[in-house]
């Protein structure tokens, strides 16, 4: 999976799509090897808890945010403005980094340089 916490992501289908205009939101979690993410303000739920519960030692609702499918997420682009899918590159120094498609924009090296891909010149 391309998306990592941290990263900026549009929500693009589900019942927590923004219809009018995508608003970028956070990852705060990556689950199941990248199949699931948890991402800030999106797919919240009410848990029920009793008294003297760590979090909420009075009892009652404890609102928080569950999983979704990361297909249901794209990666925002903030120079594109808009949810763009994401690829792999190698570098000229042979470091392997995630760039927009469609701008060509690179967004972070993912593994240190290796000589093998490095470009010969």
Known sequence: MKIKRGDLV????????????????????VLDEGKKVVVEGV??????????HPKSPQGGRLRMEKPIQSSNVMYYCS????????????????EKERFCRSCSNGI?????AREK???KS
């Open 117 to 119: 891909y490095a470009k």
């Open 10 to 29: 549009v929500v693009v289908a589900g019942d927590d799509k923004d219809r009018a205009e995508p608003r970028p939101r956070v990852v705060q979690e």
């Open 43 to 52: 797919n919240l739920v009410y848990k029920h808890v009793r008294r003297g």
């Open 108 to 112: 972070g090296a993912v593994s240190p």
């Open 79 to 94: 120079q594109c403005g808009k949810g763009v899918k994401l690829g792999y590159r190698y570098t000229e120094t042979g």
